[in-house]
C-alpha cells in the first residue's frame, strides 16, 4: 500500500481536480493564479503549506484529505460496494448495491461543477459591479 507523502503531492491535486470535474484554469482562478502555475504545482514534489492549505480550499477539500489522497483508497472503498463476503443478508438475500457507485460520483462530481461555475459567474458579477464603482 501507498503510504502518503509529499514526493507526489503535485500529482494528489492533480487527480482531485480531475475527480472534481475541475480544469487547471480554474483551480488558478479559484487561486489568483495563472494556469501555468497550477501546471507547475501540480508537476512538484514539495509545495509549501499555505500554498497547499489554499489549494485544498480552493478543490473543497480539507488539507489532510489532500496530504493523504490515494486513487488506491478511493478505488477500495468503491470496490466495497460490491464486497461477495459471507455476510448475505436477512435470509439468504445478498446486499448489493443497487447503484452504481461510479456513476454516483460523477453525479457528484457534476453537481459540484456546476455548483463552482454559478460560484464563478457570480464573483465576475462583484468584480464587474466593483470595477463600475471604481469607475474603470
Known amino acids: 500500500m501507498e503510504t502518503p507523502s509529499k514526493s507526489n503531492i503535485g500529482r494528489k491535486i492533480s487527480r482531485i481536480r480531475e475527480l472534481r470535474g475541475m480544469k487547471q ?3 488558478a482562478q479559484a487561486l489568483g493564479v495563472s494556469q501555468q502555475t497550477v501546471s507547475t504545482m501540480e ?10 492549505k489554499d489549494v485544498a480550499e480552493a478543490l473543497g477539500v480539507s488539507l489532510e ?28 438475500h445478498a ?9 454516483k460520483l460523477m453525479e457528484v ?12 459567474e457570480a464573483e465576475k458579477e462583484k468584480v464587474g459591479y466593483l470595477e463600475r464603482l471604481l469607475g474603470k
Do not use: M, Q
Open 65 to 92: 484529505a489532500l496530504k493523504n489522497f490515494s486513487e488506491e483508497a478511493v478505488f477500495t472503498f468503491f470496490n466495497t460496494f460490491n464486497d461477495n463476503s459471507s455476510n448475505n443478508g436477512v435470509a439468504g
Open 25 to 27: 484554469e480554474a483551480l
Open 95 to 103: 446486499n448489493h448495491c443497487s447503484f452504481n457507485p461510479l456513476d
Open 109 to 120: 462530481v457534476e453537481e459540484n461543477k456546476k455548483l463552482y461555475e454559478r460560484l464563478l
Open 43 to 52: 508537476n512538484s514534489e514539495d509545495i509549501d503549506e499555505v500554498r497547499l
